[in-house]
């Protein structure tokens, strides 16, 4: 598995590392639209994720951010692999000011 930083050894990664380490890659998208969508989504949900929905997320996040943008905005369908429940909380939140 990589990231945007590189390669995550996910065998020696402890999930609260994992955790820190996704909220960080959400804060720190490149655009403050997303910074503040995925920011705010991950220090509400990530604490409470399981490992499988951990990697759901990672999946959606680690996607190039213009397509989330269009996603968020609703100018495109997010593909098969991303059609799921986390995706479908990240498309229902909203944010706070």
Do not use: C
Request: without cysteine; charged residues 30%.
């Amino acid at each position: 598995m990589t990231s945007k930083d590189g390669p995550v050894d996910k065998t020696t990664e402890t999930t609260e590392i994992r955790r820190k380490r996704l909220r960080y890659h959400s804060w720190h998208r490149g655009t403050k639209e997303l910074d503040l969508v995925l920011g705010q989504f991950a220090a509400k949900h990530l604490p409470a994720m399981t490992e499988a929905e951990l990697d759901l997320y990672e999946a959606i996040v680690n996607e190039n951010e213009h397509d989330i943008y269009a996603w968020l905005a609703g100018r495109e369908a997010p593909p098969p692999e991303h059609d799921n429940h986390i995706m479908k909380m990240i498309l229902n939140f909203r944010i706070t000011p």
